[in-house]
């Protein structure tokens, strides 16, 4: 059989590795180590966080290493999955279909979808758990006409405690991420090796010939007959670009800005985040606890139950770069404004909470959703693939995105993943 690398195991590498494995003898690489969630109280870290010790986001991989933030121009924090499963094990569940883009292009991926909702157990069920607060937010939300939608969730409700900690790792195994696609892949008789990050791609002629991998044993080279990479929006192009194929600097990241203020009694923390959604041009408004603010923002030092919170979601301007130098990113002018209307937005809802305007305070800038840096044309909508790779190499994951979402993108990766792996086995 046919050898296949694919490199990351998030959305987009899980899905096409259990799409490939049978057809070919699949690899994946994963540059992270086995996802672990984050299990500690956060009341053990309350001393530190008081005293100031927890004074920057970038800390957060000394407390919970599958979690990697980093810093980009404006003090933008990116966050992303580091380790099995990616992004996915850290998401908030949310499970929206947001294909229109790539539908613009010619890319029909109805039948993916189709396969993506009976694979993945999606729910609005949790709405009868909402407590006191969010129950109220939405309410707000109606009154204000911004027409607001309980968000469907990645999540068997059976097992779901509504625990409220999803970005730090679901405990009892409610909440979907890949890793259950990659089991499935295994199962097959995939291999997984974690703590392997891919430098590059090496060619034989035009084509890819191998890989150069960093791993436990330190540095090596894998060869293959078929290269996949899903190394995330952040990860991909890098790859790429040390492999000699220049990526576009249309990276989007999805900023996220939450908007907040004491409440006593909100406990948004202690129940499922972004509840529900309201859909505006541009932007998205949604109930968020964040934890990223909660742990490294001074503005934050509130007991963890007396925190109200709003959060913006923006669909950015595809402007910006990851190297391997860091990333490049700011916001354009475009994206300053819808920001500063989103947040009057939140101040207006926190305001019918009966919170003065002068008791606000705002979350790190923050963002987790990179992606865009080679984006799919109308040219490629059969083959998705670009002209600038090698015959036996694809990319599978958020970097094909055309645009920003300003929304999850978990499923829509895996759909597209889904066509690419169809495409590949019919090749
Ligand atoms: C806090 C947070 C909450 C989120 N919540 C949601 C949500 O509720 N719903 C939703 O749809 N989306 C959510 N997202 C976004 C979503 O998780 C990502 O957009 C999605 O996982 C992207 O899929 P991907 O395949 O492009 O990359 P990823 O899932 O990030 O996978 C990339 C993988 O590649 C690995 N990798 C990177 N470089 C290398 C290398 N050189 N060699 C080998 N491996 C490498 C990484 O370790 C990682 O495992 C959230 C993101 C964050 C940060
Ligand atoms: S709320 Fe808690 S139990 Fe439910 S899916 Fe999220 S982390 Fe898992």
């Known amino acids: 059989m046919k050898r296949a690398i694919v490199v990351g195991s998030g959305a987009g590498g899980a899905t096409v590795a259990m799409e490939l494995q049978g057809h070919y003898q699949v690899t994946v690489l994963e540059a992270g180590r086995e996802f672990r969630p984050f299990r500690a109280p956060l009341s053990r870290f309350e001393p530190a966080r008081r005293a100031g010790l927890l004074f920057d986001a970038r800390l957060t991989r000394l407390l919970f290493r599958p979690m990697e933030v980093r810093r980009a121009d404006a003090g933008l924090a990116l966050v992303n999955g580091r380790a099995l499963g990616g992004t996915t094990t850290l998401s908030c569940a949310n499970a ?42 939405f309410e707000i939300l109606q009154e204000m006409g911004l027409r607001p939608a309980p968000l469907p969730k990645l999540v068997d409700l059976a097992a779901c405690t509504n625990c409220g900690r999803c970005i730090i790792g679901c405990r009892t195994g409610a909440k979907w991420d890949s890793r259950q696609f990659l089991n499935r ?14 430098e590059r791609i090496l060619f034989k002629a035009s084509r890819a010939g191998s890989v150069e991998v960093r791993g436990p044993a330190g540095p090596e080279q894998m060869a293959a007959e078929l290269f996949v990479l899903a190394a995330g929006g952040f990860g991909t192009p890098v790859i790429l670009q040390e492999s000699g194929i220049e990526c576009a600097p249309s990276l989007s990241v999805d900023p996220v800005l939450c908007v907040a203020a004491e409440y006593p009694g909100a406990n948004q923390h202690s129940e499922m985040s972004m509840a529900f959604a309201s859909q505006q041009h541009g932007f998205m408004l949604s109930p968020y606890f964040d934890f990223l603010s909660f742990m490294f923002n001074r503005a934050w030092l509130h007991p963890i139950g007396n925190i109200v919170s709003m959060m913006v979601k923006l669909a950015d301007s595809n402007q910006g770069t990851v190297t391997r130098r860091g990333v490049r990113k700011t916001l354009t002018s475009r994206d300053r404004t819808l920001l500063h209307t989103a947040t009057e937005l939140c101040i207006e809802v926190l305001a019918r909470l009966g919170i003065d305007r002068s008791r606000v305070f705002l979350g790190t800038l923050n963002a987790g959703h990179p992606g865009g840096m080679l984006p799919l044309t109308a040219k490629e909508a059969e083959t998705l693939h670009s002209p600038k790779l090698p015959d036996n190499v694809y990319v599978a994951d958020a970097t094909l995105l055309p645009k920003s979402l300003g929304n999850p993108p978990i499923l829509t990766v895996v759909a597209l993943a889904k066509r690419i792996g169809r495409l590949l086995r019919n090749r």
């Open 185 to 198: 892949a295994v199962n097959a008789g995939a291999r997984v090796l974690t703590g392997c990050r891919v």
């Open 96 to 137: 929206l279909r947001c294909d229109q883009d790539l539908a613009a292009l010619g890319i029909d991926l109805d039948p993916e979808f189709e396969e993506v909702f009976r694979q993945i157990p999606v729910t609005t069920g949790h709405v009868e758990r909402w407590g006191a607060t969010t129950r109220r937010l």
